[in-house]
């Protein structure tokens, strides 16, 4: 039997590399060749033990590669096709046929978030995935096709708010994944701001391409609002907190959407007067990963070059390194960071 390094997390704060078999190929089922694969906050949190999926656990749901086999019944991809790995689904049940395949018992089946297992992780040299969640990337190099995970679930919040050309909208937060939103609004024509509190991040987001930002020292109301007098059509908070959800509250033109993009660590639970939304018509959504959807359009932007995930990415590793790329991620905060096998 073939072998294959992964990148196990054996316990908090420990990474191993192991041998494993590369599996057998199933029904329409391929081998991904991994090219890159990076490091989500979820499993940084897993980590450093703030997030507890049960060890040993093998995380990886951010990936690009190669297909270098297909089992005989594969008819969507081919042998040498470059590929982002996403979501899969069944087609046919309920949630299918609405188009919101997220909730699909198949969404996750080859791309686990759920830990635990060895097999779906996408920190090895060879992943097997079913053909309908492999995506053609074009020529991207692939420590910036790998993004198209964490870019497809900005394209899926920004889709659920129903943002459109000639909005305008706030992004809290200029990490990776605020600049994310940002970068899908300012793609989607949307007039968009960027908060953060730091100016280094702000510089960043400006240099590609976010045409406004608004440094903030604690409390942005007021520079908001004086950037968009009236407030805004949609806010996204890309940081889970308290404080900032009810900022994002305060800048909501009537009929806006909030969407709370980020999650709490711990939770945070904020006040909203019932009568303020009944009376302005607001709404206030959440938005987490994506449909299969999202993840194709998230490729095929990064397939055309309509989107520039260059400072994103911050750093390579190679998969043998593991342990130092996630010592790196947690001792400060960063963009990404990619696993190079
Ligand atoms: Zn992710
Ligand atoms: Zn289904």
Redesign the pocket.
């Known amino acids: 039997m073939n072998t294959m390094k992964a990148a196990v997390i054996t316990g908090v704060g420990e990474v191993e590399i192991q041998d494993i078999p590369v599996p057998e190929l199933g029904s329409k089922e391929v081998l991904v060749k991994i090219g890159a694969a990076s490091i989500c906050s979820w499993e940084q949190r897993t980590f450093i033990g703030k997030q507890k999926p049960g060890f040993p656990f093998l995380g990886g749901h951010e990936n690009a590669g190669e297909v270098v086999a297909v089992a005989p019944d594969v008819t969507m991809v081919a042998v040498g096709d470059r590929v982002t790995l996403g979501p899969t689904?069944?087609?046919?049940?309920r949630?299918?046929l609405r188009g919101q395949?997220k909730a699909?018992?198949?969404h996750f089946k080859y791309f686990s978030l759920k830990g635990g297992d060895l097999g779906p992780g996408g920190f090895l040299e060879y992943k097997v995935h079913r053909e309908d969640g492999c995506f053609t990337v074009g020529d991207a190099p692939y420590e910036l096709a790998c993004l198209a995970e964490p870019l497809s679930c900005a394209v899926h919040g920004v889709r659920l708010m129903g943002m459109k050309k000639g909005d305008t909208a706030v992004v809290f937060g200029a990490g990776p994944m605020g600049l994310l939103n940002a970068m899908v609004l300012v793609n989607a024509g949307v007039d968009t701001a960027i908060v953060d509190m730091d100016e280094e991040r702000l510089a960043l987001a400006r240099k590609y391409g976010v045409p406004r930002t608004i440094l903030s020292s604690g409390d942005a109301v007021d520079a908001i609002l004086s950037e968009f007098p009236g407030g805004v059509d949609g806010v996204v908070t890309a940081i889970g907190s308290k404080a900032v959800n009810e900022q994002g509250l305060k800048v909501l033109q009537p009929r806006g959407t909030l969407c709370l993009f980020a999650s709490a660590h711990p939770v945070e639970p904020f006040e909203i007067d019932p009568n303020w939304v009944h009376n302005s018509e607001v709404r206030i959504i959440g938005a987490v990963s994506a449909d299969l959807e999202d993840h194709k359009r998230a490729t095929d932007m990064i397939a055309a070059g309509e989107i520039d995930l260059t400072p994103i990415m911050e750093k390579t590793f190679p998969l043998a390194e593991a342990q130092a790329a996630f010592e790196y991620l947690s001792a400060k905060p960063s963009y990404r960071v990619a696993l190079i096998p």
Do not use: A, L, R, T
Not at 89 to 93: A, H, L, M, P
């Open positions: 689904k069944c087609g046919k049940c949630p299918c395949d699909c018992v198949e």
